[in-house]
């Protein structure tokens, strides 16, 4: 540059990683293990797995949404008539990602449109269509929460903001464990950070040694 000076280069944008729920139903679990490769092979990252063979209760909690529609009873009749596998996906994007892959809601016209996608595959028809995914973010929100009551559903920042994080909260709690580790030096040093990490998590709630006091009841 003409005064000598160099340009600042802005860091790069933070991607966020999104998460969503993905079904897979009762008519398609005994193909659970070839649809999970299928799902790694297109870059989502599988963060949790739970089968669960749902009540119709349950079920129609879970498609409340849909109640009074024509299709709602044989709905709910399919979804509790086996187990089901209920994973969350992580994936920039994830939630279109994974619509895009299972394709439309309706088995024929997955056959017609995206011969590929994954109903088109594994589904019968327009209510045994074999996989769900969640069409919005609320959505993926209450459904992840609906089979995993306590995973906490937010954006996983990657990149810069990331690093942003790592160096404001991570960082200066490992920095002075591995000091005392130098200072230490333990038989297991890797236990022995562990359980140091452990014992002086910042974020660990703290509670008083005098906040309960049980006293012993007068003879």
Avoid at 54 to 73: C, R
Wanted: with cysteine; glycine share 4%.
């Amino acid at each position: 540059m003409p005064d000598g000076k160099k340009p600042i280069i802005p860091p790069p944008p933070a991607i966020h990683v999104e998460r969503t729920l993905a079904l897979i139903k009762p008519d398609a679990v005994h193909k659970s293990d070839e649809i999970e490769e299928i799902i790694l092979q297109h870059g989502f990252t599988i963060l949790q797995k739970r089968r669960m063979h749902m009540t119709p209760e349950q079920t129609s909690d879970f498609y409340a949404e849909h109640y009074g529609k024509m299709f709602f009873p044989s709905l709910v009749a399919y979804m509790s008539s086996g187990p089901t596998l209920a994973i969350v996906l992580a994936k920039q994007s994830a939630i279109t990602y994974w619509r895009q892959l299972i394709g439309p809601t309706n088995t024929q016209k997955a056959r017609d449109q995206a011969p590929e996608s994954l109903r088109a595959i594994y589904g019968t028809d327009s209510t045994k269509n074999s996989l769900h995914g969640s069409d919005s973010y609320s959505s993926a929100e209450r459904e992840i929460h609906f089979f995993f009551p306590d995973s906490i559903v937010e954006p996983i920042s990657t990149g810069q903001a990331a690093k942003d994080y790592l160096t404001r909260t991570v960082t200066p709690t490992l920095l002075k464990g591995l000091t005392e580790l130098c200072k230490k030096k333990p038989a297991d040093p890797i236990l022995w950070l562990s359980d140091w990490l452990i014992a002086n998590n910042p974020n660990k709630p703290q509670v008083r040694e005098d906040a309960y006091v049980v006293e012993e009841p007068e003879d």
